[in-house]
């Protein structure tokens, strides 16, 4: 989102403008929590040193202005249900400074508190006012809910929608759970051995299989370097949804999914008329953390399973090992690649004019 078209902008359920910033933690608290279950699907934007009509005020001589670390310290001690993601941008205009607290749009709704809060040492000063814990605020329009009301049935009830993904396909439902990592238990059978769940919804599982045994040089520098193949199913009640591969290395002392290779990736930043001998590419072996497969490691990543060392892929063992890498995104992986002409050049030529 371009900040300065926003400044065009009136306020909305979206946008709010302010002069400067909180006198107390209180009203910035609810001014988060309504921003954040506003039922709007994108970012929500806080801009301090602006006026309630956009206009640039600045907020460089605010003796109350917080850094991000403050900012998220109130939120964390004000005891909320989920904080969401924040960032803090600053923007120079007219010879002014203004402050962007930008709420990312999450489809985690509804955030709350899990406690009663106050203002402490100003009772008397704001006695009337109080964020109960439990009760759910939200914003329509430029309008919050008032701090001693509560968002409409329907408000509510469309948060817990987009929560849990009742307004979606089940395969859309799936994905939506998978990105829920804390919310999944597991137990096991003699039968099928280990089985996961969705703690909301148990009719969403994975269950897995072994594939046997193969060498793959991403283990090579482990003490034990066969790698045995799993396949995880993903499953609606007994319907199989999508798979996918994940690898136990080193007895058993590492489980993670199988790593994706650059050289699939190496056409993305070649013409179209290069021919690739793809067997010739050096290859790293890596993980996108935007991708399925990695969602679903940090679902094992949270489980603490006994029996797995799923702290492979910190970024200190990716330092040590050199191994196996973690992009942000594809982007992030196609700037790496072409800082490394190893992985797609040298082995690469024009394709003949008769090749068809």
Not at 7 to 30: A, I
Not at 226 to 254: I, M, N
Not at 260 to 285: A, P, Q
Not at 312 to 328: D, G, P, Q, V, W
Request: glycine share 4%.
């Amino acid at each position: 989102m371009n900040i300065k078209l926003l400044l065009n902008e009136p306020e909305s359920e979206y946008l709010d403008f302010k002069r400067e910033y909180y006198d107390n933690t209180l009203d910035f608290v609810h001014d988060l929590l309504c921003l954040s279950n506003s039922l709007c699907d994108k970012d929500r934007y806080i801009i301090f040193g602006v006026d309630n009509t956009g206009n640039i005020l600045g907020i460089e001589n605010d003796t109350k202005r917080k850094n991000l670390e403050k900012i998220i310290d109130t939120i964390k001690s004000s005891n909320i249900n989920k904080i969401p993601v924040l960032e803090l941008e600053t923007l120079n205009i007219n010879n002014h400074e203004i402050d962007i607290l930008i709420i990312k749009n999450s489809k985690f709704k509804p955030f709350f508190l899990i406690k009663d809060k106050t203002e402490k040492g100003k009772a008397k000063i704001i006695r009337a006012k109080i964020i109960r814990a439990g009760v759910i605020y939200t914003r329509s329009g430029p309008t919050n809910t008032p701090i001693n009301s509560t968002a409409s049935e329907y408000e509510i009830a469309e948060m817990w929608k987009e929560r849990f993904g009742l307004n979606l396909s089940i395969l859309e439902r799936l994905n939506t759970y998978i990105d829920d990592f804390e919310n999944w238990n597991y137990f096991t059978d003699e039968i099928n051995g280990l089985q996961l769940y969705y703690k909301y919804f148990p009719e969403f599982t994975i269950t897995s299989k072994s594939k046997g045994r193969e060498n793959y040089s991403f283990a090579n520098h482990l003490p034990k370097k066969d790698v045995f193949l799993d396949e995880l199913s993903f499953k609606y009640h007994s319907t199989t949804l999508t798979t996918c591969q994940f690898v136990s290395v080193d007895g058993a002392r590492y489980y993670f999914p199988f790593p994706d290779s650059s050289v699939y990736y190496v056409k993305d930043i070649l013409s179209d008329d290069i021919y690739i001998d793809y067997s010739k590419l050096n290859e790293i072996r890596f993980f996108l953390e935007d991708s399925f497969h990695y969602k679903v490691y940090k679902i094992f990543t949270n489980l603490k399973l006994s029996g797995y060392d799923l702290n492979y892929f910190n970024k200190h063992a990716l330092n040590e090992y050199e191994k196996i890498f973690i992009f942000n995104d594809k982007n992030e992986l196609i700037d790496f690649i072409k800082q490394d002409k190893t992985l797609y050049s040298d082995t690469s030529k024009p394709k003949s004019p008769y090749a068809s």
